[in-house]
């Protein structure tokens, strides 16, 4: 009798760089490709295991002695915002929203080129062309979509005001990159998409909006610690964040365990489910 056996993907590591988060650290990913008729059930099983996806590729901070960077998840059912995020509801609702596939546009790459050039100026994406953007939206071998926001009260028609890749899991929406508008000062527009997230996958049934890394100590990532019901991937397991004081990132060598071990301990996807 012939049985599928597990899905069995190689597992690699980037060679240390700057980190783009704290300052005097270097950062080292955990990666394997995303590819084939499995890759959904692998971008399910390892998304509720810390990892991100970018482009056809899976990762995971293993930073050689720090582990900072915490994949961070709001329960949908749980979460009801804030004060402060009710009045940034209040201050988008101008804005409309349109799920598309993922497919790039000249007017997506300009909003973007404004974005870095006056958010990310000095990041990783800062000269990225229209190529490697089109190449960062397309080249998903799961099911994703490009969530546009237009604003109904531009002066010159409903422009483009934000952007998000967005992968549709089995238990919930994954942020993948967002972009907007840096001249519309006072929106909070970042804060807006991940509400808005959290509203899509409320009417979809969806448990969990996936945010990506919270990192104690930046200030780039700090603002995901205001959102209620957030949890945490930490020491193995989804947990709750508490207070978000508590957590300080581990900047000994034996805070992280051998890369082997950590590949040991990944749960795989089987085959045999359709």
Known sequence: MRHSLPLAPQFYVTAPQPCPYLDGRSERKLFTALQGENAEKL???L???GFRRSQNVLYRPSCADCTACLSARIRVADFAPSRTQRRVLRRN???SRTATSPWATEEQFDL???YLDQRHADGGMADMDIF????MIEET???SRVIEYRSATAEEGRALTAVCLTDVLDDGL???YSFFDPERIGSSLGTYLILDHVEIARNAGLPYVYLGYWVPGSRKMGYKANFAALEIFKSGEWQPIGNPEDHSGETHPL???PIAEQVARIALPDTRSP
Do not use: G
Not at 132 to 135: L, N, P, R, V
């Open 255 to 257: 805070s992280v365990d």
């Open 141 to 143: 071998p799961v099911k």
């Open 47 to 49: 998304s509720r295991q």
């Open 112 to 114: 973007f080129r404004r």
């Open 132 to 135: 490697e953007f089109a190449a």
């Open 174 to 176: 994954s942020m993948v």
């Open 93 to 95: 609702t101008d804005l």
């Open 43 to 45: 971008n399910n099983a």
